[in-house]
DNA sequence: GTCTATAGCCAGATAGAC
DNA sequence: GTCTATCTGGCTATAGAC
């Protein structure tokens, strides 16, 4: 990594700044609802500036995303160096850390229906690399925790990475969560322990 | 239940003509992404005449979403009368329902969100009173699955229901369908396996 | 690179004739 | 109740000075 000029490091941060005022945005109030206005205003320069960092709106969503994957890849890691774990506790960890930052309100969301937004993602090299390396370090975990008894051997590994992902944006833990009657660790508890159950070998 | 003028049953059949559509759009774009003059071209009547029927995007929606919790309750009401059939079965065949429904692409899909369709639906009567009747329903089948030792008793009966809802919201039928490799009926098998496994209790 | 000011567009909603 | 034509507001994006 070379070093950097100052300069280069306050472009740096107040980048960094904007990526996580977009994280927050979206994880509150998702990408149609989100306001360039609002971004700018959050990281507190005018709008035309951002659009001196980011040349869209999509391009802002697209590094929130990729903020996300390499957070992601971060933890997929850190439970990669794990020594001698069965890979289902892996998985669970990854799952587990999932639920929280979405309990946290930190979750961004994106509508699946966007066009131009997944047009944007679907041209993004670097996003579509880190989701290509998390999926293939859980689609190995799978085929691992499936020949360790710990996943159903008949359900396709495709069929457990998608249901995974998908905890990520689970509306249950959100609408327990508006409940207020239980604790975040109880949520995820709860959540954790159906979805994991539910992948099981029958019988 | 009165009889109809020849006026009436007109304006009866353009309005579930209406709400047809927007239910298929809904489906198919979500609520952000439709817009009222593809509703109004879909009916073929012109937007102004939409406005005379309802009086907002949101009412629109929240129409879409009557109707759809009214086929629901019929399929609750349905199961209700299947005689000594235990309550998981019922629960299971309601579930069955929602994902084929979806799998069909007529599952109307609202961003939780959106904060003037949660207003309109918040105050919208025969939407939440409808919503009540399903969830009372499928609240007593649950809790009696659960004395009947196929659900889980340490997990809230409220905690299930939202489970139940959420899959009418899955995102994991779409994926596995987009993917083209399997037909409905293993998708909605996967689907309901591991969702009600999930949910039995441990050991 | 930052700002103020504004262009351009699109979609929800309405006016008013018939 | 239906239409055509239009209004209005808000949003993305940009121009141009500093």
Redesign the pocket.
């Known amino acids: 990594m070379a070093r950097l000029s100052f300069?280069e490091q306050v472009?740096r941060v107040?980048e960094d700044a904007i990526v996580a005022a977009v994280n927050r945005l979206l994880a509150d109030k998702g990408f149609d609802l989100?306001?360039?206005?609002e971004v700018a205003a959050d990281v507190g320069?005018?709008?035309?500036?951002l659009?001196?960092?980011f040349?869209?709106?999509?391009a802002l969503a697209a590094a929130a995303m990729v903020r996300l994957l390499q957070r992601t890849l971060a933890v997929v890691d850190e439970q990669a160096q794990v020594v001698g774990a069965p890979a289902i506790q892996r998985l669970q960890a990854v799952v587990r850390w999932a639920l929280e930052v979405q309990l946290a309100g930190e979750m961004p969301s994106l509508p699946s229906q966007n066009s131009s937004l997944r047009a944007e993602l679907m041209g993004h090299k670097e996003y579509l690399d880190l989701l290509m390396q998390v999926s293939e370090h859980l689609g190995a975990w799978i085929v691992q925790a499936q020949a360790e008894g710990d996943i159903d051997p008949g359900l396709p590994a495709e069929v457990v990475l998608y249901s995974v992902f998908a905890r990520a944006c689970d509306p249950v833990p959100g609408f327990l969560k508006a409940g207020g009657q239980h604790a975040d660790a109880q949520i995820v508890a709860w959540v954790m322990g159906s979805f994991f159950r539910g992948l099981r070998p029958a019988g």
Request: charged share 35%; glycine share 0%.
């Open positions: 300069r472009l107040r989100m306001t360039v206005d320069i005018a709008k035309a500036s659009y001196k960092h040349p869209s709106k999509e």
